[in-house]
């Protein structure tokens, strides 16, 4: 229970992204679909679904449109290099597939651009399995019948990019963009490249704990000095997935601005509770502070620290 300065709703979108990203839901999938760190790219089966795209964009846009004004709020996800492009109009090309479909890419596209293709019996059409069924899409007029030969193939891998990555799923992007332009004017991020959006739309996750501490402030009096070394001691211990939790526990967000932890605003602080010696961390996500109480040892803080951002890192309610 809390009344929202900040914190509080930068956890509520990461909950709603969280919900409305998990490709069980059918809105995005990945391309290596027993890959959690695989990109995710809209479902070319959730054509019918586009009121749900046009939300997707609206709360993108709220995003933005906050971190613009000093209260960053990042999409905690990876977008696909070619979904992530046609936001801004750039032009999707083969190549955005070694990062959206690293498998398809050695596999077709580098295959095919590097080989000799005469003897391959390729044509201009595309064959696409669902639900249980093969069908056939011509990439061109009559393209069952045209030939891919090593004069052509450069076209013909052109029009396998355009029909895998932008007319299956053209609906979805447009309606995205729509919910999109309705908070930040779509002109304004064509200044941008696919990569340098995905930076202001996501931030950073690459956590640094020497950078973390360095930008740090500490603050109180605890009974035993070692308490603060201890923390972060513990914190130098933790998996990359840890420090996300951690950041998630004190922040409300695991990710960090593109500038990295010295342009979190408040700074990350460390501040010393008066709870119970040996309990749990508290944090007020509003002012990204960690709050730790005294501790008998080290093995008692750290457990303690990790009990806390593993499971306390998420939940609510606003007031």
């Not at 069924?133 to 990439?139: D, G, M, Q, R, V």
């Not at 061109?140 to 990555?165: C, H, M, S, W």
């Not at 950078?211 to 740090?216: A, G, H, T």
């Amino acid at each position: 229970r809390g009344i929202d300065w900040g914190g509080l709703g930068r956890e509520l979108f990461v909950l709603l992204f969280d919900a409305l990203l998990d490709p069980s839901e059918g809105l995005f999938r990945r391309f290596k679909k027993d890959d959690p760190q695989a990109l995710l790219h809209p479902s070319s089966a959730a054509k019918d679904r586009l009121k749900w795209f046009d939300f997707a964009g609206r709360l993108v846009g709220k995003c933005l449109y906050e971190t613009c004004k000093g209260n960053p709020r990042y999409v905690k996800a990876r977008f696909t290099r070619s979904f992530l492009a046609q936001l801004v109009s750039l032009r999707v090309t083969c190549k955005h597939f070694e990062s959206d479909d690293p498998e398809f890419y050695v596999t077709k596209i580098k295959y095919v651009k590097e080989n000799d293709v005469d003897d391959l019996e390729l044509v201009f059409a595309e064959d696409v399995y669902a639900d249980g069924k093969l069908e056939t899409f011509p990439l061109k007029p009559n393209g069952e019948e045209i030939a891919v030969t090593n004069e052509n193939k450069l076209e013909y891998l052109d029009l396998v990019t355009q029909f895998r990555l932008v007319d299956q799923v053209r609906s979805q992007v447009e309606a995205f963009v729509r919910g999109l332009g309705e908070i930040v004017p779509i002109d304004l991020l064509s200044v941008f490249d696919e990569n340098e959006l995905e930076l202001l739309m996501c931030g950073a996750s690459e956590y640094n704990v020497k950078d973390l501490k360095s930008n740090s402030r500490v603050e109180g009096n605890w009974a035993s000095e070692n308490v603060v070394e201890w923390f972060w001691s513990a914190v130098g211990s933790f998996t990359q997935e840890e420090l996300a939790q951690l950041l998630q526990f004190t922040t409300g967000s695991s990710q960090i601005p593109p500038g990295g932890v010295a342009k979190l605003s408040p700074r990350f602080s460390v501040i010393h509770s008066t709870a119970h010696i040996n309990g749990l961390p508290t944090a007020h996500t509003c002012f990204n502070q960690i709050c730790l109480p005294d501790y008998d040892s080290y093995e008692q803080l750290q457990s303690s620290l990790l009990l806390a951002v593993n499971e306390g890192s998420f939940g609510f309610e606003m007031i």
